[in-house]
């Protein structure tokens, strides 16, 4: 039996726990069931992209009135960045403080929630990392321990970003950080979007943390990750190089102009 619900989240804490389905009724529900048994002030959405194996359909049946959880059924396959901001637009439109964003194939454990909302307390947005002490990853095939290694080096690298795990989808956002970051002009739907994200936060100079997470390849269900995606995701990344240096310069072209003739400044 899930726990009744914790009390009443203490003011600034209303939590949305984000989880996006395609084709995960056989794990969706577990992780369901996992958080529903936490002591946390917590409340479920599932983004599910009409999965043809009934995924919707049996979260639906997990909702009870102590422990409800939110479903939003859209029509078609529309990539996990799609399916993050659509968790953002509910927290933000239902009035949630925070938003909680874990995988549902289990990859993600529910016992790393409360440290990563602990770490919320204090920071603007945080990252579940598997690439810091205390951190880990089992079982997941050789090719895809390099492929994120890599994935993550060039991220640091060509963004210049300080955070180990930026392909990281377990994470949490404060209410302000989806407010004050123009999150859903972002292009990328699919997985390059959790870059996207950590590079945009970061430079509208939020506080950034990572806690550690223990990430168990998927057994059961198959990964949505595409080669081409892979592709998409890189090039991603070298445009948001190039947006950034444009950005800069521009910045330092109006600094470096008198005042005078800053076009805004300008009287017309
Ligand atoms: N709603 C929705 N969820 C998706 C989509 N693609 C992936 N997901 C979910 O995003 C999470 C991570 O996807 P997964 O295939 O496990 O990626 P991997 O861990 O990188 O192999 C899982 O819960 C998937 O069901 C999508 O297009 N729409
Ligand atoms: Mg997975």
């Known amino acids: 039996m899930p726990s009744p619900p914790a009390t009443a989240p203490p003011p600034g804490r209303r939590t949305l726990v984000v989880i996006p389905t395609y084709n995960e009724v056989e794990t969706a529900p577990v ?51 799609s399916a993050h901001l659509a968790g953002f637009r509910f927290g933000l439109d239902n009035g949630f403080d925070r938003v909680i964003t874990m995988d549902g194939d289990r990859s993600h454990g529910a016992s790393d929630l409360p440290p990563l909302l602990e770490a ?16 880990g990853v089992e079982n997941w095939p050789l090719h895809r321990r390099l492929l994120s290694r890599f994935a993550n080096w060039y991220t640091r690298t060509l963004l210049g970003l300080p955070y180990h795990d930026c392909t990281s989808g377990y994470r949490g956002y404060r209410r302000s950080v989806l407010e004050g970051v123009d999150v859903f002009s972002i292009r990328a739907s699919g997985y390059s979007f959790l870059e996207q994200m950590v590079w945009r936060v970061d430079d509208a100079g939020f506080r950034i943390c990572e ?18 995606e892979i592709f998409r995701a890189a090039w991603d990344v070298v445009a948001t190089r190039r947006d950034l240096r444009r950005s800069r310069r521009t910045q330092q072209t109006k600094q470096s102009q008198p005042p005078s003739e800053r076009p805004s400044d300008r009287a017309d």
């Open 31 to 81: 992780v369901v069931g996992e958080l529903q048994h936490l002591d946390e002030p917590i409340e479920i959405l599932i983004v599910d992209d009409a999965s043809p194996d009934g995924t919707a359909d049996t979260i639906e049946r997990l909702s009870t009135s102590a422990r409800p959880v939110h479903l939003l059924r859209r029509s078609s396959k529309q990539g996990i960045g």
């Open 120 to 135: 919320l307390d204090t920071h603007d947005m945080v990252i579940g990392s598997r690439y810091i002490p205390g951190g």
């Open 211 to 228: 806690t550690p997470i223990h990430f168990v390849d998927r057994l059961a269900g198959k990964s949505k990750i595409e080669s081409r």
